[in-house]
């Protein structure tokens, strides 16, 4: 309500493109752009090569727990929700 929203509706609704393969990819694009950082900065802060954090964002590779705790660390959010 303090932002303006008055009636709350569940995500899968909101927004049905996403299935749950693709979820942990969204969160993970998210929790980037929430920290106003580009994939190159990610890659550089995470040694983790760029190529690869397109392809977990675009549900093309698998996230994997090491590489969750590695982006939890420098994006400020909890591991699972890359899983």
């Known amino acids: ?24 990819g969204v969160c993970l694009r998210a929790a980037r752009q929430r920290e106003g950082m580009t994939q ?7 040694s983790i090569p760029q190529r ?16 969750a705790r590695i982006f939890a660390g420098v994006l400020n959010v909890g591991y699972k929700v890359f899983l």
């Open 40 to 46: 190159v900065e990610l890659s550089q802060k995470t």
């Open 52 to 67: 690869h954090i397109s392809e977990m964002e675009n549900g093309k590779r698998v996230i994997g727990k090491r590489n």
């Open 1 to 24: 309500k303090g932002l303006g929203f008055v009636e709350g509706i569940p995500w899968r609704d909101a927004f049905p493109e996403y299935t749950d393969e693709d979820l942990p």
